[in-house]
């Protein structure tokens, strides 16, 4: 479980840094699939990261969720993302095996309870990101660019 | 893992019963990011799993790798994904976390040897069907249809 969120945050930095040799109107730009563009994505991976696990998961309060407009620039959405980072992380580095089957009973949007496994939850968010850094690349090819890699050998997450 | 490659073999499956409904020259359509186009994608995903799964890790014979050109239809890749995945399930199910760490040495092709571990691998095989998956979506809304959804929730994988 740890590892994948490893790589998800590794990956996420990776295209901080790669965003900053795009033009802004690039990173904007309104495409086709995915959340928005690729600026609005990123925001998109970070905010439902921390809304799973920060808010949701442990109950603590929710992001006011400002639109993606008072976003709209790299370093806005990095250090949002750090920020969310450091709520998020102790909880994934605390994830046991116990926990894989705690209960939590939400109201979804269409007014029915629904009831989720913690373990589920963790692997939703996981694949949420990496589903959403597969769009990113096909984007990236659109404009040229090489996109950053998806491997996940060699990133020294097993060292 | 388990649980991962199930959503994983859920989601492929779902986009199989898609492809049915998109006409032949779409899925074969060369297209920019991802590798080649939505058929291709399909059959690299498959072939990758398995070529990690059953050739290096269980050291089992190798998929003469016909090109993707003798697979041009949803129905042989869809026809090769399952006869790989017989192969490719029961070592998933016997999964345990004791193989986590165990050790694989390779010649990588640039005549490099590197040792990975199997639970490395193993999350390699996860994120990079995700990935893919990713791109497809993007295609799909590209010629105007709704992708299937990576929403791992209410896929009754933790019934």
């Given at each position: 479980?740890?590892?994948?969120?490893?790589?998800?945050w590794?990956?996420?930095?990776?295209?901080?840094?790669?965003?900053?040799?795009?033009?802004?109107?690039?990173?904007?730009?309104?495409?086709?699939?995915?959340?928005g563009?690729i600026?609005?994505?990123?925001?998109?991976?970070?905010?439902?990261?921390?809304?799973?696990?920060?808010?949701?998961?442990?109950g603590?309060a929710?992001?006011?969720?400002?639109?993606?407009?008072?976003?709209?620039?790299?370093?806005q959405?990095?250090?949002?993302?750090?920020?969310?980072?450091?709520e998020?992380?102790?909880?994934?580095?605390?994830?046991?095996?116990?926990?894989?089957?705690?209960?939590?009973?939400?109201?979804?949007?269409?007014?029915?309870?629904?009831?989720?496994?913690?373990?589920?939850i963790?692997?939703?968010?996981?694949?949420?990101?990496?589903?959403?850094i597969?769009?990113?690349?096909v984007?990236?090819?659109?404009?040229?660019?090489?996109?950053?890699?998806?491997?996940?050998?060699?990133?020294?997450?097993?060292?």
């Amino acid at each position: 479980m740890k590892t994948l969120f490893q790589y998800n945050w590794q990956v996420r930095n990776d295209w901080f840094a790669w965003c900053e040799d795009v033009p802004e109107d690039e990173l904007l730009k309104a495409r086709i699939g995915g959340v928005g563009g690729i600026l609005e994505t990123l925001f998109h991976i970070v905010y439902m990261e921390y809304s799973w696990i920060h808010s949701v998961m442990q109950g603590k309060a929710e992001f006011e969720q400002e639109p993606f407009e008072a976003y709209r620039s790299v370093r806005q959405v990095r250090d949002l993302s750090i920020q969310f980072h450091a709520e998020v992380e102790p909880f994934v580095k605390l994830w046991s095996s116990e926990m894989e089957l705690k209960e939590l009973t939400l109201l979804r949007n269409n007014g029915e309870w629904i009831t989720y496994k913690h373990g589920e939850i963790m692997r939703h968010v996981i694949a949420h990101e990496i589903h959403h850094i597969g769009q990113l690349s096909v984007w990236a090819r659109e404009i040229g660019r090489e996109p950053i890699t998806a491997n996940l050998l060699r990133r020294g997450l097993f060292d």
